[in-house]
Every structure is written in structure tokens, then in C-alpha cells.
């Protein structure tokens, strides 16, 4: 069973760094691409980017290139998604997901919820 | 950057009637269009692919169709699970994009 387990929720103060993961299983996690998207509170669906973690290839939204970096650890099958200083803008649910062989994100983690404040 | 529209923002209905939702691109996105189903405190879930492919495991009471900007998500007869928030997504350029969303609740 295909399964992206993501990391708990986490509660942060502006400039502070964080670095939140997705664990998949039940696949091959080198031959599928993993995407990113956030969800601001009561607002819809963002793309951030998206890495493959065969080669480390990765694309980000121009909306986001520069504010987060995505990674990904293909020996413990865990990407990841960081900031190295975050705003109280960060503050949201962060969907990890896996695109499918139809091009769409076909599996989703649970999220994670991210806090940012004072 | 392509921008997807969707309406109308919130469809009221009762369970066991049609619901039609509509996605519209800024420009051509060919038939790469998907549309998701997220229901509070869930993720979302693939529902339909490449336009008017249903996703594994989706129920034949969702149907996609249209090309190019226009594209329908229909519910023929809606079950009290379908009362939900519905995305469309576009693949056809970089970066992908989300409409706004359309809320289907309880009339």
C-alpha cells in the first residue's frame, strides 16, 4: 500500500528555521516524482514545487522559488520541504503528495500544520 | 502563469441531485486538467484526470469532461459524502495551478 506518512505539527517564531518531511512506502520512492502544496487557513490549494528523488531533480512555483528549499533523502525515502527563516505567512497546512503515472497527484501525506508566531 | 476559474464559488443541493461545476483556464490547457475532492480536516483526493478519467476507485457518479478552457465536473446523483470542496488543476504548463475551489453543501 502506497503511503506518505508526514512529520507532526509545529509551532515556530518568526526567524526561526524549520524543516518539515514525507516518508513514502510501499513503492518504488526513486521513480515518482513528490510534490509540495500549501494551504493557507480557510484558503485553497498552492503548488510549490516538486523534486524527483531518483536524481534530486527539482522545480519550484515562482511564487515560492527563493522562499523554501525541497530536498529529498532517497536512502531513507523521506523529501523535504524548509525554510531557513520563517513569517507569520508561513503559517498553513503543507501537503506533501505523489504524482502519479497519470501526471496528477494521485497520493497525498496527511499534512502537516505549520505555525508562525510571536 | 496559467489561471484557472472556477464556478460558481458555492453550489447548494440536496443529496440525490446533479451537481455541475465548471473550471475555466486563462488559456489553452489542452485536456491536462484534473479535478480533486477535499473534505474538512482531509486531504484531497484525485477524482479525475486528464479531464475525463475517473482515478482508481473513484465512483461512476463523477464525470469529467471538456477541452481546452472549459471543463465540467458532474455529480449525477449526489451522496452525503460528496459534500465537499472541489479543486481543478492544471498540468498543461509550469507551474501547475489550482482553481479557487467550489463548496458543494447541504441545501
Known amino acids: 500500500e502506497v503511503q506518505l506518512v508526514q512529520s507532526g505539527a509545529e509551532v515556530k517564531k518568526p526567524g526561526e528555521s524549520l524543516k518539515i518531511s514525507c516518508k513514502g512506502s510501499?513503492?518504488?520512492?526513486?521513480?515518482?516524482?513528490i510534490g509540495w502544496v500549501r494551504q493557507m487557513p480557510g484558503k485553497g490549494l498552492e503548488w510549490m514545487g516538486i523534486i524527483y528523488p531518483g536524481d534530486s531533480d527539482t522545480r519550484y512555483s515562482p511564487s515560492f522559488q527563493g522562499q523554501v528549499t525541497i530536498s529529498a533523502d532517497k536512502s531513507i525515502s523521506t523529501a523535504y520541504l524548509q525554510w531557513s527563516s520563517l513569517k507569520a505567512s508561513d503559517t498553513a497546512m503543507y501537503y506533501c503528495?505523489?504524482?502519479?503515472?497519470?501526471?496528477?497527484?494521485?497520493?497525498w501525506g496527511q499534512g502537516t500544520l505549520v505555525t508562525v508566531s510571536s | 502563469e496559467i489561471v484557472l476559474t472556477q464556478s460558481p464559488a458555492t453550489l447548494s443541493l440536496s443529496p440525490g441531485e446533479r451537481a455541475t461545476l465548471s473550471c475555466r483556464a486563462s488559456q489553452s490547457v489542452s485536456s491536462y486538467l484534473a479535478w480533486y475532492q477535499q473534505k474538512p480536516g482531509q486531504a484531497p483526493r484525485l477524482l479525475i484526470y486528464?479531464?475525463?478519467n475517473r482515478a482508481t476507485g473513484i465512483p461512476a457518479r463523477f464525470s469529467g469532461s471538456g477541452s481546452g478552457t472549459d471543463f465540467t465536473l458532474t455529480i449525477s446523483s449526489l451522496e452525503p459524502e460528496d459534500f465537499a470542496v472541489y479543486y481543478c488543476q492544471q498540468r498543461s504548463n509550469w507551474p501547475p495551478t489550482f482553481g479557487p475551489g467550489t463548496k458543494v453543501d447541504i441545501k
Open positions: 486528464d479531464a475525463s
Open positions: 510501499g513503492y518504488s520512492f526513486t521513480s515518482y516524482w
Open positions: 503528495a505523489r504524482r502519479d503515472s497519470s501526471g496528477y497527484l494521485g497520493y
